[in-house]
């Protein structure tokens, strides 16, 4: 027999990196950032909100998955990306669209840190 493998707990911060700055990565980011300010709640977290069943149905065994598995926590994830455009997450999420202005400006501190790393010399474009 096998010996069950054990998962460490996160330590420390965890970095995502995304290809591209627009709608939908300014869009993921602010909802995170919203999460962690207590501006919203994480709807939608597999991760956050859903469960795991535990042995047998009857056994009424069903911990929310983050309390399961030792995850980073929302408060620990940190964003970069790197697009073809200077914009930072915060003047993406203003061009996009997307996202309501008061929103995104409440966001402003943390989003405006959000810079991408440029991938190709725009000179070329």
């Known amino acids: 027999m096998k010996d069950t493998p054990v ?3 996160a330590n420390g911060k965890l970095g995502i990196l995304i290809p591209g700055m627009g709608a939908v990565t300014t869009t993921f ?3 995170v950032e919203a999460i962690k ?3 919203a709640q994480p709807i939608g977290s597999v991760t ?3 469960t795991i069943r535990l042995g047998k149905r009857t056994d009424n065994n069903t911990p929310k ?3 399961f598995v030792p995850l980073a926590g929302i408060e620990d994830l940190e964003f970069g990306g790197w697009d073809i455009f200077q914009e930072n997450c915060y003047e993406a ?3 996009a669209g997307v996202l309501d202005k008061p929103l995104v400006e409440s966001l402003a501190d943390r989003s405006k840190k959000s810079s991408p790393c440029l ?3 725009t000179a070329t474009m």
């Open 65 to 67: 998955i983050k309390d």
């Open 7 to 9: 998962i460490k707990p």
């Open 48 to 50: 956050q909100l859903n």
């Open 119 to 121: 991938p190709f010399s």
């Open 93 to 95: 999420a203003l061009h």
């Open 29 to 31: 980011i602010a909802g």
């Open 37 to 39: 300010l207590g501006m």
